[in-house]
Each structure stands twice: as C-alpha cells, then as structure tokens.
C-alpha cells in the first residue's frame, strides 16, 4: 500500500485561494471565520441515553473511508478517565474557577483559536492516532470538559487533529492520520494517544508544535481552538500563541481542563 498524501501547510496559498486573503488574519477576522461565517456546522443525529462510543459514532456525519484500512476506526478503544491515563497530577486548567457572589464556583470559558485550512469533515472514531506506529515522542493528551459552572460535561464529543512529528497534515487519504474523535466519559474525562505534532513553516518562521481541537455538546460546536506546549521556542513569535492554553509535558503526559 502506497504512504498517504501528506503535505506541508502552504497556508499563505491556501487562505489566498479560499478566503481570498493571505493567512495572517486579523484576530477580529478569525473571531467572525469562527463564529461561521466562513465554517460549515457539523450536522448531528444524536440520541439521548447512548453510551459514550455509541454517541460518538451516532452523533457524527457518516466518516467516508474510516475503514478503508482496517482498523484506522478505533471503536474498542473507549476514552479512558484521568486514573486510566496514568496520571494523578492536576488538569492544566483552562477555565480557572473562581468564585462568585452568592458563595458559588464558576469557571471562565475556554478561549477560541483559529481552525486553520486542515480540518477534515468525518473524523475517525479512535483515541490513538498513531495508528501506524510511527517514530516519535510518545504523547497522551488528556483532560475533561466542564460547563461554565464547572461541572463535568457527560458524552461531550472532542475532535482532534494534529501535524505528523515531521510537520506533515494528512489532507487527502481516507485514513486520515493524526485525526480523531472520542467521546467524554460520565465523568467529562476523554485521552488521546499520539506522538508529538512537528513544527512547520508559516512565512519565515514556524509555528510551534500545536493540537488543534473542537467540542461539541449535542449538536452544537461549542469550542474550536489549539493547545501549545510549554517551552516551544517558537512560542512567542506565533500570531496565535496564548499561554493560557499552554500545557506542560510530563512524562509524555500533557492535560487541560476544556470549559464550555
């Protein structure tokens, strides 16, 4: 079998061609892009009361090729709780919780990132995205997804997708690696497996390494945006960098706390 197309982002091309204006937006001009003006909604046909594969694959638009390669669809693979994934640390915290008149807790909602040109319409079900096992520093993403009340949001459905450890996205192949979805657990928890996303080229720098994620809640997306990593050289020189959605990499391990 022939290796997929992977191809370097030509972002300046890409949103020149499609937008009709280079790649370097405006944060106002990605807020309007996010807030769809520019996006296609998902469509959902969702049951109340599924479990939570269940819901991830009755919830999404038929996912065209996800079992072309025979396993490229990882149903057996339920998102596993925070214990699971071998951790006992605390969630990076992307909605820090802070009280408010009448003695309760409130949680500040995640902020939005723009979804770049690679985002690809029926993402496999399957919480291990390396699923060809390639080289590269192992990575477990984790966390959960909370309400603006902080309270852990059941059969929440994460997107992910990501650049290979050699910057490449996978644009065209019906296998779509380093793309995945999952379902939260009773408790709000999801986990990917995956390896450290490369950095590439963005006009004459490049972007740090990078997750790019969506959640949706019913049938609604409630959060398009990225997550960073701490102490990526190209950080600060990033146009859409923010520290609060930067997470440290414990021993492979890396969390966040989605607030929606």
């Known amino acids: 079998m022939g290796m997929p197309s992977m191809a370097k982002p030509p ?9 009709g204006f280079p790649w370097r937006l405006s944060p106002q001009w990605e807020r309007l892009r996010e807030d769809g003006v520019f996006v296609k909604r998902r469509e959902f046909v969702c049951q109340a009361g599924l479990g939570t594969i269940a819901l991830a694959v009755a919830c999404r ?69 390396n699923i060809h096992g390639d080289v590269g520093e192992p990575l477990t993403f984790a966390g959960t997804v909370t309400d603006l009340a902080c309270v852990p949001i059941a059969n929440a459905v994460v997107e992910l997708w990501q650049a290979n450890p050699q910057g490449d996205y ?7 690696r380093y793309y995945g979805q999952v379902a939260t657990d009773a408790e709000g928890a999801f986990s990917f497996t995956t390896l450290m996303p490369g950095r590439y080229l963005n006009g004459p720098t490049y972007r740090p390494a990078h997750l790019h994620l969506k959640v949706w809640v019913g049938n609604e ?11 990526d050289p190209y950080n600060e020189s990033d146009a859409w960098y923010d520290a609060a959605r930067s997470v440290a990499v414990n021993q492979g391990l890396a969390t966040y706390r989605f607030t929606v």
């Not at 820090?96 to 009448?102: A, Y």
């Not at 996978?170 to 779509?176: A, F, I």
């Not at 997306?221 to 102490?231: A, C, G, H, P, S």
């Open 11 to 19: 972002c300046a091309m890409w949103c020149v061609e499609n937008w």
């Open 61 to 129: 638009a038929p996912v065209r090729g996800a079992l072309d390669s025979g396993g490229a669809t990882d149903t057996q693979n339920p998102p596993r709780s925070m214990v699971d994934a071998g951790q006992n640390r605390p969630i990076e915290d992307g909605g820090n919780p802070r009280e408010v008149d009448g003695g309760g807790t409130r949680c500040s909602r995640t902020e939005p990132d723009i979804e770049g040109p690679y985002y690809r319409e029926g993402i496999p079900v399957r919480s291990n995205l």
């Open 170 to 176: 996978d644009t065209s192949s019906s296998e779509k």
């Open 221 to 231: 997306r409630k959060l398009t945006t990225q997550i960073y990593f701490d102490d």
